[in-house]
């Protein structure tokens, strides 16, 4: 056989290796999708610079994120709602993938709605509003009417979408065991990060579970005497898996300044309501909402406060419930030594650490919070002495904390905003409060027969 002829047969066994690659291995074929979107950014990123251009890392990771589509974009939230762990720049343009991300088409949204409630969409909707309201990383909300004029929204799960968040979850677990290798990185449990990350994003996949929060989520509210606090009513009978029917909400984002004092609104006053409800919820029910940015907080026409989407809640047992209120309890006081000895309660650190030495570490970290209002609070300082003291002592907080330390990211940033001279430690209008669920919750534990 002629080399030119073995050449040619190579080439034809490359090209069929690579179609059964594609055709059969899926994840095979988003993995060279997502190579490809990366090396395409990195390169972008390169030009942009080479011209002179500065900041342009942001918003090519951020498009390289909405092109790689639902689990990227999920990062991205991450990113937009973690201030001081990540520039100014970069949670501003990550906030983009909040509630603007891409839209998928109407025709699509119209074909998954039939499929979901068995029927043609005109036998249930008056109308239904093409142009979305809001296009997230999970699914976007429509408007709409029923038969009998109720106004509604429906939330339409992307099209596709469990598949894509499989594949792109066999990639991150990958990436987490190649990089939980690295001793540098191995203290921060990257595979523990993915395998959270994987829990939370499947569960925010089944909205018949969302809308047992909802309803969850508004028998609490009335059982605290909250009825200005509310998450939107469900239409469980056009509710499924993949399609949400539930009650519209008109208002403003919590973080839209200008429109809430062109109103007259109040937004400390809501806020510190906000925040109250939030806590009474954790610390009485064990159930909280685990995702409380801009988009998913608003201040209702009708003066009450509209917490949406419930895909994501944290739940807490009893015992981590008392031992919240011991730690917030120990931290309003500034009693470092307690704090320390309820993190070891915990499980943060280790039983054998040095109680004393942890105590000063914490106090010199910590301290600034106690005494400072929003305004003045610089977290891209405070959090390099919270990491230090982190590694120091070894401290790995479990999943539900971390997702209690993001919701507190969010209200820092609304209150910023909104109120920023308050410090919810030294603020006698929430310290009373506080002051009150918790011995009010110290009585609940005691009846549980936890202490």
């Not at 699509?108 to 979901?116: D, H, L, M, Q, T």
């Not at 990089?179 to 994987?198: E, H, Y």
């Not at 898996?241 to 006053?269: C, K, N, Q, S």
């Amino acid at each position: 056989m002629s080399l030119v002829s073995l050449v040619a047969l190579g080439a034809l066994v490359a090209a069929l290796a690579l179609v059964v690659v594609v055709v059969v291995s899926r994840a095979a074929r988003r993995m060279v999708v997502t190579s490809w979107v990366a090396s395409s950014a990195a390169g972008s990123f390169l030009g942009r610079r080479l011209r002179g251009e500065r900041g342009a890392g942001p918003s090519e990771l951020r498009r390289a994120f909405e092109e790689l589509g639902p689990t990227y974009i999920k990062l991205g939230q991450i990113i937009a709602s973690s201030p001081g762990l990540f520039p100014e720049t970069w949670c501003v343009e990550f906030r983009k993938c909040l509630d603007r991300v891409r839209p998928f088409p109407f025709a699509e949204a119209r074909a998954i709605v039939a499929e979901e409630l068995g029927r043609p969409i005109e036998e249930v909707f008056a109308s239904i509003d093409e142009q979305p309201l809001a296009s997230a990383s999970i699914a976007q909300v429509h408007a709409a009417r029923l038969r009998d004029g109720t106004n509604v929204v429906l939330k339409i799960q992307r099209p596709g979408i469990r598949s894509r968040v499989d594949d792109d979850l066999r990639i991150l677990h990958r990436v987490a065991a190649v990089l939980g290798r690295t001793p540098m990185v191995k203290l921060s449990n990257p595979i523990g990060i993915v395998d959270d990350f994987d829990s939370t994003i499947h569960r925010e996949l089944d909205f018949v579970a969302e809308a047992a929060n909802m309803d969850e989520f508004n028998r609490i509210m009335a059982e605290l005497g909250h009825a200005d606090v509310v998450a939107p009513r469900v239409h469980h009978a056009l509710t499924t898996r993949r399609v949400l029917t539930m009650e519209r909400f008109h208002g403003i984002r919590v973080d839209d300044v200008a429109a809430i004092r062109a109103r007259g609104i109040d937004g400390e006053a809501k806020l510190l309501l906000g925040m109250r409800a939030w806590f009474q919820c954790m610390i009485f029910h064990g159930f909280f909402h685990g995702d409380v940015h801009a988009g998913n907080l608003m201040a209702l026409d009708d003066g009450r406060i509209g917490f949406l989407d419930f895909g994501i809640v944290g739940r807490f047992p009893p015992i981590r419930r008392a031992q919240i209120t011991d730690y917030l309890v120990a931290f309003a006081s500034a009693d470092f030594h307690r704090v320390a000895e309820v993190m070891v309660a915990m499980g943060t650190v280790d039983e054998r650490v040095d109680l004393d030495e942890l105590a000063k570490d914490l106090e010199v970290a910590y301290r600034p919070m106690l005494s400072m209002s929003f305004a003045d609070l610089n977290y891209a300082a405070l959090l390099p002495s919270v990491l230090r003291v982190s590694t120091k002592h070894r401290m790995h907080l479990p999943s539900e904390f971390v997702l209690v330390t993001k919701q507190m990211l969010y209200f820092d940033r609304y209150a910023k905003l909104l109120a920023p001279n308050l410090n919810i430690f030294r603020d006698p209008r929430l310290l009373a409060g506080l002051m009150t669920d918790i011995a009010r919750a110290r009585e609940l534990f005691a009846t549980l027969g936890v202490h």
